[in-house]
């Protein structure tokens, strides 16, 4: 069960990167902005009708005298400033405090507040008053400064002497209180911006964890961190010249005991390119490969090779043709033959004829692989659950990263027959793979031939181009 558990944690919940928080943060763009301006809004009227809020600080200074001399020792003076900010606590000075200052206020049911705390340097302390108006904080402070000094001569320190024994401390005022022009609190605009910042972090935030939860991040990552997401093995073509090298790996590593492969293209987007590419790496391996178009929707490869509408797929599927007198042979590239969908209109796959076709194929035993580049839009319902694939057939899926959400894949994987039957995954953007046909075509044009009269034209004497 831990091992389930992980990973499900790992394809759904795995950590997104900068660039899945970008592009989760931009897709819930307008949530997040409208939902920090209800929060920022709600605090500045909450803080709005809060009663103000006014402190003003008095300061007192401690002496502590030592067999009649100052002495300057910073731990009897930070013990000295805690007995009186314990002191300043006491109902005793309290009461005298607000007597001192001259004012009527209820400590009980008033809002007021007196506090004493030490500063630096040692031997420091800052009286705070805090009431809804300036006058009566200052009142306060001035009232509390006044006590503690009185505290010394009516011995109100109590235990605390022992503390401190053989010393006298002696306070005295040395700045009288000061109000701000201001109140400190509440302060409506600022917190208002503050609660939008957090909000908008806050907002943000769960807007990637939802979509990482739920799988609905893209699959914008490397290569190597997909296929440790979903567990298929998984090359990213990127339309450089090392993609060859890379398919070539992915080839004779994954595919050499399952030759026979569906490149299916998820999402409805015709393009040959991946499928060719990954017939070119089989064939660089010395394998002989049948590259077939399946699109019987929006066939594609008949056009990008310029080749002429001849019997194809759907006139072998309707035993019309033969295999061997529909392949076109590549010249620009040896060891690759095509098998266009034909000229039949209407005609649809079935499971049957997708596992007859692949059957046939082999038997003649004129090809080591084959490839049938499929679109999933233009399948009929059904037929991938029922596909039948055997242990030599894997279905090879094409992938828009960049379109394809994490859960996406993972209902594809599904349907397609799982783990076991899914052989190989491409990550492939529609520019890349447009770009990929056109240079495939540039080179391949023309030079694709009936195999009967490819078998009688001489025997070129050049070299064919290099692809990459």
């Not at 009185?150 to 024994?165: A, C, P, Y």
């Not at 990552?221 to 990127?238: C, F, H, K, N, Q």
């Not at 993972?410 to 990550?427: M, N, Q, S």
């Amino acid at each position: 069960m831990s091992l389930l558990t992980d990973r499900v944690r790992v394809r759904w919940s795995s950590e997104p990167e900068l660039g899945d928080h970008v592009w989760a943060i931009w897709r819930a763009r307008w949530v997040v902005l409208v939902g920090s301006l209800m929060v920022a809004a709600g605090v500045l009227v909450w803080r709005m009708n809060v009663p103000e809020n006014y402190e003003a600080t008095a300061r007192v200074r401690l002496v502590v005298l030592a067999n009649g001399d100052m002495s300057l020792d910073e731990d009897i003076l930070t013990l000295a400033g805690q007995i009186y900010a314990e002191l300043a606590e006491t109902q005793p000075v309290l009461e005298r405090a607000i007597e001192a200052s001259g004012t009527d206020v209820d400590p009980d049911g008033d809002s007021i507040e007196i506090t004493v705390e030490q500063v630096t340097p040692p031997g420091f302390l800052d009286v705070i008053g805090s009431a809804g108006s300036p006058a009566i904080a200052t009142a306060l402070a001035d009232g509390m400064s006044e006590a503690l000094v009185e505290s010394v001569t009516n011995d109100q320190r109590g235990s605390s002497l022992s503390l401190i024994k053989g010393l006298t401390v002696v306070p005295e005022i040395v700045e009288g209180a000061k109000a701000p022009g201001g109140p400190v609190s509440p302060r409506p605009i600022r917190e208002a911006g503050v609660a939008l910042l957090a909000a908008m972090v806050v907002l943000a935030e769960g807007a990637v964890l939802t979509r990482s939860i739920g799988g609905l991040l893209p699959l914008t990552e490397t290569a190597a961190r997909v296929e440790r997401m979903v567990g298929v093995p998984t090359v990213s073509l990127t339309g450089q010249p090392e993609d060859r090298t890379k398919l070539a790996l992915f080839a004779a590593r994954h595919l050499t005991a399952r030759p026979h492969a569906l490149v299916v293209q998820c999402g409805g987007w015709p393009n040959p390119a991946p499928a060719l590419r990954l017939a070119e790496a089989l064939a660089i391996g010395g394998q002989r490969v049948l590259v077939v178009d399946g699109d019987m929707v929006s066939p594609t490869l008949d056009s990008h090779l310029g080749l002429a509408r001849t019997p194809g797929l759907k006139e072998v599927l309707r035993g019309k043709s033969t295999i061997n007198d529909t392949i076109h042979s590549i010249e620009a590239m040896p060891g690759i033959a095509v098998l266009t969908t034909g000229t039949t209109d209407n005609a649809k796959w079935v499971a049957a004829d997708v596992t007859r076709f692949l059957g046939h194929a082999r038997s003649l035993r004129r090809f080591d692989a084959t490839v049938v580049s499929l679109t999933s839009a233009a399948m009929p319902a059904g037929v991938a659950v029922n596909l039948g694939l055997e242990i030599d057939q894997a279905v090879i899926l094409v992938v828009n990263p960049n379109r394809t959400r994490r859960r996406q894949l993972g209902e594809l994987i599904h349907t397609f027959g799982g783990l076991d039957e899914v052989g190989g995954l491409l990550l492939v953007d529609h520019e890349t793979a447009s770009t990929e046909i056109r240079r495939l075509s540039r080179l391949w044009r023309g030079r694709a031939t009936p195999a009967v009269a490819n078998a009688q034209a001489p025997t070129s004497t050049t070299s064919p181009p290099e692809i990459r």
